[in-house]
């Protein structure tokens, strides 16, 4: 299967999920990636100050729950802010930041201040869009190639290791076999974020 029908099809077991069970996943997913920021800081391990997240829209995981408990616990979060032409920059957002639609239709961004990908620089744990994700780190985007661009960027630029973690549903996450497509520009992620907790990829050993 190619990458527009492998896609089209993800889209629509996101749209059979129903309203009510991607808000039941939803939650568990936030619980499990607060729980595991709460287990690195109590351990001494990472003491995060900056994470990349996003605004969820439409049939994603939402989020919402898990930036909200960043908030709380002191932790910068930060957005991004979508062109058409493909390239991102970057927005803070707060529970209470005022947002406005994206240059991409059906998304949103806070106003306000614009930081480049240097900002990326900062921040010690990114969460990465998926549609799915396999045990190799494989991942299947929204198809913008977006994240691809900026994790090869960071791959490139930064001289330490920063998580990459994508939340998806519990269907989502391919532990065996994969049916994933991929192409040479894909950038893997350290690991898919479920109900169950972390899956650790092989791109990503235990963090
Ligand atoms: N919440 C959230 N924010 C995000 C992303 C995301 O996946 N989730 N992105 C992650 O990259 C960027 C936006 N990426 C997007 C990429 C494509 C389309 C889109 O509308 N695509 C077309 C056709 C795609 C195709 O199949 O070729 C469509 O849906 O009709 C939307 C957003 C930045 N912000
Ligand atoms: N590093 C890159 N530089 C230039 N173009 C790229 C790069 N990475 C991906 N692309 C282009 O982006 C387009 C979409 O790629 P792909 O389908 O893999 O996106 P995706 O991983 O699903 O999306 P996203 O990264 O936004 O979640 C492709 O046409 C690809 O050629």
Same mark, same amino acid.
């Given at each position: 299967?190619?990458?527009?029908?492998?896609?089209?099809?993800?889209?629509? /077991?996101?749209?059979?999920?129903?309203?009510?069970?991607?808000?039941?996943?939803?939650?568990? $997913?936030?619980?499990?990636?607060?729980?595991?920021?709460?287990a690195?800081?109590?351990?001494?391990?990472?003491?995060?100050?900056?994470v990349?997240?996003?605004?969820?829209? %439409?049939?994603?995981?939402d989020?919402?729950?898990?930036?909200?408990?960043l908030?709380?616990?002191? $932790?910068?979060?930060?957005v !991004?802010?979508?062109?058409?032409?493909?390239?991102?920059?970057?927005?803070?957002?707060?529970?209470?930041?005022?947002?406005?639609? &994206?240059?991409?239709?059906?998304?949103?961004?806070?106003?306000?201040?614009?930081?480049?990908?240097?900002?990326? &620089?900062?921040?010690?744990?990114?969460?990465?869009?998926?549609?799915?994700v396999?045990?190799?780190?494989? /991942?299947?985007?929204? %198809?913008?190639?977006?994240?691809?661009?900026?994790?090869?960027?960071?791959?490139?630029t930064?001289?330490?290791?920063?998580?990459?973690?994508?939340?998806?549903?519990?269907?989502?996450?391919? !532990?065996?076999?994969? !049916?994933?497509p991929?192409?040479?520009?894909?950038? !893997?992620?350290?690991?898919?974020? &479920? &109900?169950?907790g $972390?899956?650790?990829?092989?791109? %990503?050993?235990?963090?």
């Amino acid at each position: 299967m190619d990458k527009k029908a492998f896609r089209t099809l993800m889209r629509q /077991r996101r749209v059979a999920l129903g309203n009510a069970e991607r808000l039941r996943q939803s939650h568990l $997913i936030c619980e499990q990636l607060l729980g595991w920021y709460d287990a690195q800081r109590d351990a001494g391990l990472t003491p995060f100050s900056r994470v990349a997240s996003v605004i969820s829209y %439409g049939t994603e995981p939402d989020t919402t729950e898990f930036v909200t408990g960043l908030h709380e616990r002191g $932790i910068q979060v930060i957005v !991004p802010v979508p062109y058409t032409d493909h390239t991102m920059r970057w927005a803070a957002w707060t529970p209470d930041v005022e947002l406005e639609e &994206t240059e991409l239709k059906g998304l949103s961004q806070p106003v306000g201040k614009r930081f480049d990908h240097d900002i990326l &620089t900062e921040v010690e744990a990114i969460q990465v869009p998926a549609l799915a994700v396999d045990s190799h780190g494989h /991942r299947m985007g929204q %198809g913008g190639g977006f994240y691809d661009r900026v994790l090869y960027h960071l791959a490139q630029t930064l001289d330490r290791p920063v998580v990459t973690l994508s939340p998806v549903f519990s269907h989502e996450y391919y !532990p065996d076999f994969s !049916p994933i497509p991929t192409d040479d520009h894909d950038q !893997p992620v350290n690991g898919a974020v &479920t &109900t169950a907790g $972390i899956h650790w990829t092989v791109s %990503g050993h235990e963090k």
